[in-house]
């Protein structure tokens, strides 16, 4: 029998209120059943938020020095932890362990820097512009927060949403992707040892169309934050303007790679590789388009080929394993139709271009690294997220059409250049239209103290991560004390 796991809600492990489940499957072998998850109903979500709004009052009173010390404790046991999650992770979702390991580790990272921020959530003193009278901002709680993430950072992401906004003092309600709930019930099962009081950390699981969307539509839920893709964002923010509901998004990306002529070409053929093929392509912030100046693009394309083809596919639990395989089939077919797309566009594939089959790995959604040569920047492999190991190779002449074609698509998260020109990269670093550029590195590899997020359709002007994050999840308050002991009237009692 595969085992059943619960929600959690108000400090319980709960069943969904119908017996419906959803199964949770291993990508590298769709034979092994990981387990069945509650395919929570409206009903469900309705009860976690009650729970976290019953919750607030008191959670929100507590000094926030303190609840850093849980996240502390959090982070702790999280590293306790980190090998066996990490196992469980690539078991589930399919990315080899080094970077099913460094998910972890951004959770932990997360959980010591939110910490730290208990003894900060700096506000801002500032003279008034009256006698006697004091003026200064804080920030307050913004009530009970509905968190809504992807399943290809199953830790990382949750744990960028979900220790901020504690730590700010709101309680939550996360609904976890449906292909990676697992890891959301390690990530429950440490807050609960780590001592959270009942009701302020709630976790339903289920479908985005039934639990999520009844997440979203809820009226006691003061703010959403979602990481998906820029479609379902898009619903998101629909739904929530018509209620005014506080909203963040972090949604696709199309993110590019340039190699310029003066590039140090070793190096910038290992941030390709690693930015086009790690977590199998499936990164928000996956490299996607290569943009090769003619000069170096015959060179540094069979530099490419060669090394890409001797990637080894398999099961991320095999530490000798690159790549694994898709999330699921419907991935796959997703992937296999946008390379489908490519040959009918006329762009040249280099290499793969074909499910990878062989042996065992008949029973897993594995893909071959794809290669594209010949792409154009309006084509649709060019301009739309394929999510998946496929890289289009475009040719530019000069350094002016490179930034025009990096810039050339709705999307504007991760950016990348190569070259040893210090004011090329910093006329890249200004006119890249991204919310993350890398000089001299790939476009994946953000850090938790800096901002992360995107421009354009990726996101909706709000930044996760670093500092900024506090903005999403707590309300600025203005307060002034006067005591002057009369009535003093701001522009009017100082007027010339
Ligand atoms: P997705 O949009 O299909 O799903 C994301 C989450 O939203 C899931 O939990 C899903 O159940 C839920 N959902 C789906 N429909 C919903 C609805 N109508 N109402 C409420 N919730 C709903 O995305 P995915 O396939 O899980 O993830 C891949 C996408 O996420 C890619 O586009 C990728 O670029 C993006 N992503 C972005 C970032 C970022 O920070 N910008 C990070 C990781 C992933």
């Not at 009530?143 to 960028?160: E, H, K, R, S």
């Not at 449906?178 to 009942?198: H, W």
């Not at 709630?202 to 998906?228: C, K, M, P, Y």
Request: proline content about 5%; glycine content about 10%.
């Amino acid at each position: 029998m595969p085992e059943r796991y619960k929600n959690y809600i108000r400090g319980k492990w709960v069943d969904g209120k119908t017996a419906k489940t959803f199964e949770n499957r291993n990508p590298a072998n769709h034979h092994d059943l990981i387990g069945l998850f509650p395919d929570s109903s409206a009903e469900d979500v309705a009860e976690a938020v009650a729970a976290a709004k019953k919750a607030f009052p008191k959670w929100r009173l507590v000094p926030a020095p303190k609840r850093g010390e849980v996240l502390y404790k959090v982070g702790e046991l999280l590293r306790q932890r980190k090998e066996e999650i990490a196992r469980m992770m690539t078991r589930e979702m399919g990315k080899i362990l080094k970077e099913t390991r460094g998910d972890v580790q951004e959770g932990i990272d997360t959980a010591f820097y939110a910490g730290g921020e208990g003894r900060r959530l700096f506000g801002e003193t500032t003279p008034a512009e009256l006698p006697d009278k004091f003026a200064m901002s804080v920030r307050v709680p913004v009530g009970v927060c509905g968190l809504i993430t992807p399943w290809n950072f199953p830790m990382a992401i949750p744990t960028w949403k979900l220790f901020p906004a504690l730590l700010c003092g709101n309680t939550v309600v996360l609904k976890p992707a449906e292909d990676t709930p697992l890891t959301a019930v390690k990530l429950f099962e440490i807050l609960e040892q780590a001592g959270i009081p009942s009701g302020v950390v709630n976790l339903v699981h289920g479908t985005g169309e039934q639990a999520g969307a009844a997440l979203v539509r809820h009226g006691d839920v003061q703010l959403i934050s979602f990481t998906g893709s820029t479609a379902v964002g898009r619903e998101i923010a629909a739904v929530c303007g018509q209620s005014l509901k506080r909203v963040s998004l972090e949604m696709g990306g199309k993110n590019a790679e340039i190699v310029m002529e003066d590039a140090d070409l070793n190096l910038a053929l290992e941030g390709a590789l690693w930015g086009a093929f790690g977590t199998t392509g499936q990164r928000c912030t996956a490299t996607s388009r290569l943009i090769l100046h003619r000069e170096i693009k015959k060179q540094f394309t069979e530099m490419l080929v060669e090394r890409a083809e001797k990637i080894r596919i398999g099961d991320g639990l095999d530490e000798t394993v690159e790549m694994g395989p898709l999330i699921n089939e419907a991935a796959r077919q997703s992937v296999h139709r946008y390379v489908q797309i490519g040959k009918q566009e006329g762009a040249r594939l280099l290499i793969g271009g074909t499910l990878y089959e062989e042996g065992q790995w008949i029973n897993g959604y594995f893909y071959k690294p794809t290669i594209f040569d010949q792409v154009t920047p309006t084509m649709r492999i060019a301009q739309e997220e394929i999510f998946g190991p496929v890289l289009s190779i475009i040719e530019v002449k000069n350094f002016e059409e490179a930034i025009e074609v990096l810039n050339g698509t709705p999307y504007g998260l991760s950016s990348s250049i190569y070259t040893r020109d210090v004011a090329r990269a910093f006329r890249a670093m200004r006119d890249i239209e991204a919310g993350i550029t890398y000089i001299n590195g790939p476009t994946i590899g953000a850090e938790v103290h800096l901002p992360f997020g995107g421009v354009k359709e990726t996101g909706n002007g709000h930044r996760e991560a670093g500092t900024t994050v506090y903005d999403i999840f707590s309300e600025w308050k203005s307060v002034y004390v006067d005591y002057s002991g009369k009535l003093q009237k701001a522009q009017i009692d100082n007027a010339e």
